[in-house]
């Protein structure tokens, strides 16, 4: 009878204790950034260094980890900040941060366009 209740807990700890996973919402990303984002980089440029833009080939030359996963390398970005850019960690969730890069990574996809 243990055995029965043990194996019981166990499937209702696994089916209710899963968090679920969500994917990242691009337009709510896009809100987050026409609040946080878009005073520098407006259209996918850069207002204080013209090169370090949000366009595809730049993402892939200047964000670290980019090739290995294009959403991450961007949250981890907007997460830590770097050089000029501040770090967002503090002001945004994570989920918010994952919606952002979403955001980002389906605009660069489309060349800003």
């Given at each position: 009878?243990?055995r029965l209740f043990s194996l019981i807990a166990l499937c209702l700890a696994l089916v209710l204790g899963a968090?679920?996973?969500?994917?990242?919402?691009?337009?709510?990303?896009?809100?987050?950034?026409?609040?946080?984002?878009?005073?520098?980089?407006?259209?996918?440029?850069?207002?204080?260094?013209?090169?370090?833009t949000l366009k595809q080939d730049a993402l892939e030359?200047?964000?670290?980890?980019?090739?290995?996963?294009?959403?991450?390398?961007?949250?981890?970005?907007?997460?830590?900040?770097?050089?000029?850019?501040?770090?967002?960690?503090?002001?945004?969730?994570?989920?918010?941060?994952?919606?952002?890069?979403?955001?980002?990574?389906?605009?660069?996809?489309?060349?800003?366009?």
């Open positions: 009878m243990r968090a679920p996973s969500y994917a990242a919402d691009v337009a709510h990303g896009g809100q987050l950034f026409s609040a946080n984002c878009a005073a520098c980089h407006m259209g996918g440029g850069n207002v204080v260094n013209a090169e370090r030359a200047y964000l670290a980890n980019y090739s290995s996963g294009h959403e991450a390398a961007i949250a981890y970005q907007v997460t830590n900040g770097k050089n000029a850019m501040p770090a967002f960690g503090g002001k945004l969730s994570e989920g918010d941060i994952a919606d952002v890069a979403a955001y980002v990574e389906d605009m660069a996809s489309k060349g800003w366009a």
